[in-house]
């Protein structure tokens, strides 16, 4: 047990410094990258709307759940049919984070095949809609907020919050549950137990597939288990299957997709990225050089598991990683421990000028994304004063005036959540 323990600490200490310098550029994209200018790009049923897409998608750090309502936003501020089923499959196979969380753990070749993966993939996904014209319109609401009215000083800040406090409560989480997954592989599973396996690669990948399809994985929590899967004798096609098929999509997305988008799509969507996963596993079992994606997870007969000598500036990036981790949560968790009034409505018609507050439970939202999302369509809603959403509750608390609460309710189904009235 103790050499598990190590075997995790390691794992944690090749990790965290790529994944710091990910959150931080993700940070950086989010308050710097011009949206306006990006969506423009989007517009028009043609092939370069749909590059654009997955060209946008892949460095950003979302989640196969985030991914939808900012996919949803971008169709309404004009993006086309194609380009926004290209944004949904490339953006949440992985992200800056990922890239170079991979390539420190499996490698190079691992960090370089996944955006490449990402990004046929949504273009194949994209051009086939565009042709199809298979998904259905969508109302217009007016998300986005544009932050060039922000000054320079409110943006670094807004860099540090939303890399550090807002990832880490995103997918902070999802990273321990990946190493400590990893560690019970590690542990339960006997070496060589893939290898016989090995001998029927297609069967090998379709279970990979049927196991990761459904399974909510992100990005970057989702190597260290292909890491430890490949040290149990797992090939590096059908852990390749895994990296791509396990973020890309999960069992709350396919629903929303579903009721978002269409039947048609949902199909295109998941054959796209069924097609490419096992297309790139079998590239890379049987066209590439094996050494190319095993030789950073066995190193002269030790691997990247084995308990080895840290450098200063890893140690010191896991001690900032776990601070910063315990630190979000923390927050999370103070902010549901909150209480809130429920509803309070005005007494005088609002001729006195006092405001309505209103509690709506919303089914679906899982990460920042969705909440920020949420906020930005329900605050466009006409009479709306202040929205805040309780994540951790899965609560929107509306203020205002005159509030039309259909409105509200319809706002919320279209993006993709569920409305309940308990």
């Known amino acids: 047990m103790k050499e598990q323990i190590y075997q995790l600490i390691d794992l944690l200490n090749e990790m965290t410094p790529y994944l710091l310098l990910g959150f931080l550029i993700a940070g950086i994209l989010h308050e710097f990258a011009p949206r306006k200018m990006c969506t423009g790009k989007l517009s028009g049923n043609n092939l370069r709307s749909v590059l654009w897409a997955a060209m946008i998608g892949i460095p950003l750090p ?65 051009c086939i809609v565009n042709r199809l014209r298979c998904d259905e319109e969508l109302h217009s609401v007016n998300m986005e907020q544009d ?24 997918i902070g989480k999802w990273i321990v549950a990946g190493l400590l997954i990893a560690g019970i592989i590690t ?9 016989g396996m090995n ?85 890379i079992d049987h066209i590439l050089p094996a050494d190319w994606f095993t030789g950073n997870i066995m190193i002269n007969g030790q691997t990247c598991c084995s308990h080895s000598t840290a450098q200063w500036w890893q ?18 968790i103070k902010k549901h421990g909150c209480s809130h009034d429920d509803k309070e409505s005005c007494c ?4 006195c000028g006092c405001t309505d507050k209103y509690k709506f439970h919303i089914k679906g939202m899982m990460c920042n994304h969705c909440k920020s999302n949420v906020e930005k369509a329900l ?22 005036r005159n509030i039309d609460t259909g409105e509200i309710v319809n706002t919320i189904k279209s993006l993709g959540y569920e409305y309940s009235s308990e």
């Open 62 to 126: 979302l989640c196969s759940c985030g991914v939808i309502p900012t996919a949803a936003s971008l169709r309404r501020e004009g993006a086309s049919r194609g380009a926004t089923v290209s944004f949904l499959i490339s953006t949440p196979q992985t992200g800056v984070d990922s890239i170079l969380a991979a390539s420190s753990l499996l490698g190079m070749p691992f960090a370089i095949m996944r955006p490449l993966a990402a990004m046929a993939t949504a273009i194949a996904g994209g």
């Open 315 to 332: 140690v010191a990036s896991s001690i900032i990683f776990v601070i910063l981790l315990v630190t979000a949560l923390f927050m999370r």
């Open 187 to 195: 542990i339960a599973v006997p070496d060589n137990f893939f290898i």
């Open 348 to 351: 005088c018609n609002g001729d």
């Open 147 to 170: 932050n060039t009215n922000r000054g320079i000083w409110q943006k670094c800040a807004g860099v540090l919050h939303y890399g550090f406090i807002e990832m880490m409560q995103d």
């Open 199 to 283: 001998e029927y690669p297609l069967l090998n990948m379709l279970a990979i597939l049927a196991i990761s399809i459904p399974m909510y994985l992100c990005a970057t929590g989702s190597i260290p288990i292909a890491a430890a899967l490949m040290l149990k004798g797992l090939s590096p096609g059908a852990a390749f299957v895994l990296l791509m098929a396990g973020p890309a999509t999960n069992m709350a997305a396919i629903l929303v997709i579903d009721k978002i988008l269409g039947h048609r799509t949902l199909f295109v969507y998941l054959l796209t990225i069924i097609a490419g996963a096992i297309g790139f596993g079998l590239v």
């Open 379 to 400: 605050s466009s809603i006409s009479g709306v004063i202040t929205v805040r959403v309780e994540l951790a509750e899965g609560i929107a608390y509306v203020e205002g």
